[in-house]
């Protein structure tokens, strides 16, 4: 299984930015799929996750804030991300959980200026 994420950038606060991340490959059902970040010198920690039946998890700080959605026949999350603070900034990996184990895409960084 492959992961391509896309969508990063540089934003002003308070603006949006979309996150998408394809998977290819032997993509098995029923998976989990989500999207986390990265800090500097930080461990990784999960941003919001979504199954296959669209239930979603958010982390406190992005709640009313960031959206996930998934479209399955096309093996895609997205990760709609508005209001953005400066505190966002960050190195955003997508991520899939299935019967196989557990992927990572390619990071894609996300900056937010004040």
């Known amino acids: 299984v492959q992961l391509q994420a896309s969508g990063g950038g540089l934003v002003q606060a308070g603006g949006s930015l979309r996150l998408s991340c394809v998977a290819s490959?032997?993509?098995?059902?029923?998976?989990?799929m989500g999207w986390y970040r990265q800090y500097p010198g930080k461990e990784r920690e999960p941003v919001a996750l979504?199954?296959?039946?669209?239930?979603?998890e958010y982390v406190d700080s992005v709640k009313g804030r960031f959206t996930i959605s998934r479209d399955n026949a096309k093996n895609t999350v997205y990760l709609q991300m508005n209001s953005l603070k400066p505190e966002d900034t960050a190195v955003y990996f997508c991520?899939?959980?299935?019967?196989?184990?557990?992927?990572w895409g390619q990071g894609t960084q996300v900056t937010v200026s004040s």
């Open positions: 490959g032997s993509v098995l059902s029923p998976n989990l």
């Open positions: 991520y899939l959980l299935g019967g196989r184990g557990y992927y």
């Open positions: 979504i199954g296959e039946r669209d239930n979603t």
